[in-house]
């Protein structure tokens, strides 16, 4: 089946510092991947997608690059702010399982200043 | 673009009560999405829409849980009766197409059945 793994958290960062948020999928076929985010009190957003191998997705400056080879799409950001902290969460779109998404547990981020 | 109303916002209850969770997807959204969040398994898919229609309820985890959707701007969600280990975050999500355009998701419903 489809699956989608994310490092635990919660994960502490001082602003400014480099973020990586690992993410790694079990799937057949050639599935979409996608990040989302979550803040405080509110539902989830999408943060960025990719739809095929080597797709890089990028959105206020964080990146996923899809790898094939490692099933891999992990979230990086070269310098955090106070306002990215919120919970990410990894998810794919197979067309194996219809149109719903297959979400990670999520990671939390504190950015602390 | 009002986005995806879900209502009530927080719900307190006891065990045994039944409980209505009601949301209202974008307009023209054909696709909308029943998911539930707690801290020990994540984000859980319970069920999902096409133009009213359920496809998949695979995910709902017993006779207790109901969804409906009577028309393209409304569906519920009750559970009847309500257990203690139901207390999570409801959320509804709503999209448009068969392609991989974003789900939009309500700021869901907290239930805490005590």
């Known amino acids: 089946g489809n699956s989608v793994t994310q490092m635990e958290g919660p994960v502490t960062l001082s602003e400014e510092a480099f973020l990586t948020i690992n993410c790694t999928y079990t799937?057949?076929?050639?599935?979409?991947l996608f990040w989302y985010v979550q803040y405080p009190g509110e539902g989830l957003q999408l943060l960025l997608k990719?739809?095929?191998?080597?797709d890089k997705g990028s959105n206020k400056g964080f990146e996923a690059t899809y790898r094939k080879e490692t099933t891999s799409f992990h979230l990086e950001k070269g310098s955090v702010q106070v306002s990215d902290s919120a919970v990410y969460f990894c998810?794919?779109?197979?067309?194996?399982?219809?149109?719903?998404?297959?979400f990670g547990k999520g990671t939390s981020l504190l950015v602390t200043p | 673009d009002a986005g995806v109303i879900q209502s009530p916002r927080h719900e307190v209850t006891e065990m045994g009560q039944e409980v209505t969770l009601r949301c209202k997807p974008i307009s023209g959204h054909d696709y909308l999405f029943w998911y539930r969040q707690t801290m020990m398994r994540g984000l859980e898919l319970l069920i999902y829409?096409?133009?009213?229609?359920?496809?998949?309820d695979s995910g709902m985890p017993e006779d207790r849980f109901s969804a409906k959707m009577p028309n393209a701007s409304f569906s519920t969600l009750k559970i009847q009766p309500s257990e203690p280990r139901d207390s999570a975050v409801y959320f509804c999500a709503s999209r448009t197409g068969q392609g991989v355009l974003p789900l939009h998701f309500g700021n869901g419903t907290r239930l805490t059945v005590t």
């Open positions: 799937a057949t076929g050639y599935p979409s």
């Open positions: 829409f096409n133009n009213n229609v359920p496809i998949d």
């Open positions: 990719a739809t095929k191998a080597d």
């Open positions: 998810a794919l779109r197979n067309s194996n399982s219809g149109y719903a998404l297959n």
